[in-house]
């Protein structure tokens, strides 16, 4: 009989207190929820009413979680971590560069804290042992009747231990988990990496560094994918990432394109 999978120890407590341990962040930003149907959700509702910059929503599970392509997201209780911050970054930033700065601070934040390497699986996905561990979903709102960015809103939901019943059929070849066994890092502190690490990130004006980070944790460079826009895909070799974060591939017709949307899949992944 397999080993039930730990849940978070008793003092594993997600507030303004406990991540304010590890991070500085104003306690009239943090907002902690036992359940919501999708963080990103409310702080997107939050951050249509006025909400500021960093505003951060955490729930301990959700309902209805959303990630890319319209699927759903599964977040059961007692084995993951939930969060969405309100944006409001200048012109310079869209939502495919805020899920690249994201992708690296969890990969990296993750990786100080699990103690073995972490990659990134274009554009959102984190990987750990071969399994995806995190997804990342961000979400742009314009002002009506203009292209003026309002806000983004950026999901991430990360899986720090197997549930008990397992992962739903469809995800059982795919989804992983950070750690295998009870351990004594907490969802606040891996809350106050990702946050160090995203502001950091998120405020350098040094674009070459935040590329190379990206570039080098990417595992699908060289290897051929299965690429999806909408019903339908095609094969294609993965020849590398861009300045701007998309996607270079070479066709089986010789042609190559650069993807800003879209999915890639690989056998397993």
């Known amino acids: 009989m397999d080993k039930k999978p730990p849940f978070f120890p008793h003092a594993d407590i997600l507030s303004y207190e406990t991540i304010s341990a590890y991070y500085p962040i104003p306690k009239h930003l943090v ?32 309902t209805a979680g959303r990630g890319r392509m319209g699927r759903d997201f599964f977040s059961p209780g007692k084995t993951g971590l939930y969060m969405s911050l309100v944006l409001h970054p200048d012109a310079q930033k869209d939502a495919l560069s805020i899920t690249v700065t994201a992708a690296v601070a969890v990969a990296e ?3 100080a804290l699990c103690g073995f390497p972490v990659q990134i699986k274009w554009v959102n996905d984190i990987y750990a042992k071969g399994k995806k561990v995190c997804g990342i979903l ?6 009506t009747g203009s292209k003026n960015l309002d806000f983004i809103v950026l999901g991430i939901g990360i899986n720090l231990y197997k549930p008990t019943e397992g ?13 295998t066994e009870n351990t004594a890092v907490t969802r606040a502190q891996l809350v106050g990496e990702i946050l160090a690490r995203f ?8 674009k070459a560094s935040l590329l190379e ?26 020849l590398g990432i861009n300045d701007d974060y998309t996607l270079s591939v070479l066709d089986t017709e010789g042609n190559r394109l650069s993807l800003s949307s ?8």
């Not at 961000?138 to 002002?143: C, D, G, P």
């Not at 995800?171 to 750690?179: P, T, V």
């Not at 299965?226 to 339908?232: A, D, E, I, L, Q």
């Not at 879209?262 to 992944?269: K, P, R």
């Open 262 to 269: 879209g999915e890639v899949s690989l056998h397993n992944a």
């Open 167 to 179: 992962f739903p059929v469809p995800l059982q070849e795919i989804a992983g988990a950070l750690f």
């Open 138 to 143: 961000a979400e742009a709102s314009f002002s």
């Open 109 to 111: 934040a993750a990786e």
């Open 31 to 62: 907002h902690v929820y036992t359940c919501l149907p999708s963080t990103n959700a409310t702080a997107k509702a939050m951050a249509a009413a006025g909400a500021p910059e960093g505003t951060l929503c955490i729930a301990e599970t959700q």
């Open 213 to 238: 980070a990206y570039q080098s944790r990417s595992f699908l460079i060289g290897k051929t994918v299965t690429v999806w826009r909408g019903n339908t895909s095609f094969p294609a070799t993965v």
């Open 199 to 206: 502001y950091r990130l998120y405020e350098s004006p040094d």
